[in-house]
């Protein structure tokens, strides 16, 4: 498969090239020049298939032949190979969990994909790659867990000190080998102004790569959620809307994916907390990003997302069109916190602030009769355990792996400037 650059000015590339690239050189992200439907009797008795046999079945032809199929046949067992459960919340409403993974959040699908892929094209070790990540969170621990030990890359993750959550800090600062984490005097913005410059500085000779869903590697494979949801629901119910807690829209986009390649989703619904860029040009057409705003569903704080020119790309770059399958809402921290306690008063089902952002989405929505709510619940609530214990009144127990986790010693290097993050990449 080829890929273009959404800015139209750099050459196409295979696959393989836009893994390693990551961005275009005109600084578009890629896309794939076709998207071929699945077909209609796969979709029908999708039920048949095992969740492997699916999600080959998605990401094939975005591969195409520069990985074999056997390889690619394990890469894809290993990268899904946990539970992806929707669990009924309401008669109307069922959430799907997507934090069984390694390190507890959706992002652990794409890192462990795109980790994997890189892997393979770097197995003779020829070209060592260097996966550079600035990180509000979840990512840093996605990707630092996924691109342990694979040869041929190495992985330098900076987040901000004392702005992430304990948990969070451990799972990227406890690994060793070939991760090294850079700890910034300074916010997520900092972190992740300093990566932009590295990308840019013909001074390091590394070939720097990103990890986040910019990445077609890390942005594809989330479209397995939309469709092992899909089978979970299809037998009882028609149609189907999904509500995605966005940030950066890479999931949802992905979901998208989904729907070209045959799957019926009836809507999608981006629920935004108050970083609200999107929200506001399905209000008025104009698209006028913000520089971002702290909340409690962090790994939403995004002011400029990036995977947004994707989906208007999907919709032909048609607001009648994009209106049509796609609205977008946005919640304050005190409508996330009242929607925590509500859900878990009806039901005692306990959402992260990130899940709950997706619920407040399908109320919004308002959901016809006929139709069946799906909220994706990105990140288990452990990870944003003082938030939901304190909204809740409530202690949750913590799984046995993360009390282990936080026994161990944190390693990480202190760098206060762009020049300190340059020296280490030089040397
Ligand atoms: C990254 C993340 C999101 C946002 O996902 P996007 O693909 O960037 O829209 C939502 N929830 C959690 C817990 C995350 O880690």
């Known amino acids: 498969m080829n890929y273009y650059s959404l800015n139209h000015n750099a050459p196409n590339v295979s696959f393989k090239g836009a893994v390693i690239n990551g961005l275009a050189p005109d600084r578009g992200l890629y896309f794939p020049e076709n998207i071929t439907p699945l077909s209609k009797d796969f979709i029908e008795n999708i039920d048949q298939y095992s969740n ?27 990268t899904i190979s946990f539970e992806f459960p929707v669990v009924s919340v309401e008669d109307n409403i069922g959430t799907l969990e997507l934090f069984h993974g390694p390190t507890l959040a959706f992002k652990d699908v794409g890192a462990r994909f795109m980790a994997r892929c890189l892997g393979y094209f770097n197995q003779n070790n020829t070209n060592k790659v260097t996966v550079l990540v600035a990180t509000s969170g979840d990512t840093g621990g996605a990707v630092a867990n996924g691109f342990l030990g694979v040869n041929g890359v190495d992985v330098v993750i900076l987040y901000p000190s004392g702005k992430v959550s304990d948990i969070q800090e451990k799972q990227l600062t ?27 500085d013909a001074g390091i000779e590394r070939q720097l790569t990103s990890a986040n869903s910019i990445n077609v590697a890390r942005w594809l494979p989330q479209m397995f959620y939309y469709f092992f949801a899909y089978k979970q ?56 990003p913000k520089s971002s705003q702290p909340t409690i569903s962090n790994a939403m704080d995004v002011g400029n997302p990036s995977n947004f020119i994707r989906i208007q790309q999907l919709f032909n770059n048609d607001f009648a069109n994009l209106k049509t399958g796609f609205s977008s809402f946005s919640f304050s921290d005190t409508d996330t916190k009242e929607a925590m306690t509500r859900i878990y ?24 009769a006929d139709e069946y709510g ?5 990140a288990h609530p452990v990870k944003f355990l003082d938030v939901v214990e304190n909204t809740l009144n409530q202690k949750i127990d913590i799984p046995a792996d993360i009390q282990e986790l936080i ?3 944190k390693k990480s290097l202190l760098i206060s400037s762009y020049n300190d993050l340059k020296e280490f990449l030089i040397n």
């Open 233 to 288: 629901l299809y037998k009882q119910h028609k149609d189907i809307v999904f509500s995605v807690p966005s940030g950066n829209f890479g999931n949802i986009c992905a979901g998208m994916m989904a729907q070209k390649l045959g799957l019926p989703i009836k809507h999608f619904v981006a629920a935004t907390n108050v970083n609200d860029t999107v929200p506001q040009f399905m209000k008025d057409g104009k698209y006028e």
């Open 345 to 368: 008063k009806n039901s005692t089902y306990i959402a992260d602030p990130h899940g709950a952002v997706g619920y407040l989405g399908l109320e919004k929505y308002e959901l016809q």
């Open 174 to 200: 406890t690994l060793g080998k070939n991760i090294t984490a850079l700890e910034v005097n300074g916010v997520f913005d900092d972190c992740q102004d300093m990566v932009k410059t590295a990308f840019l």
């Open 407 to 409: 026994k161990k010693e």
């Open 52 to 78: 492997e046999e699916i999600a080959f079945k998605a990401i094939e032809q975005f591969v195409g032949d520069e990985i074999p199929k056997d390889v690619l046949q394990k890469i894809v067992a290993e």
């Open 374 to 378: 799906v909220f994706l619940e990105t």
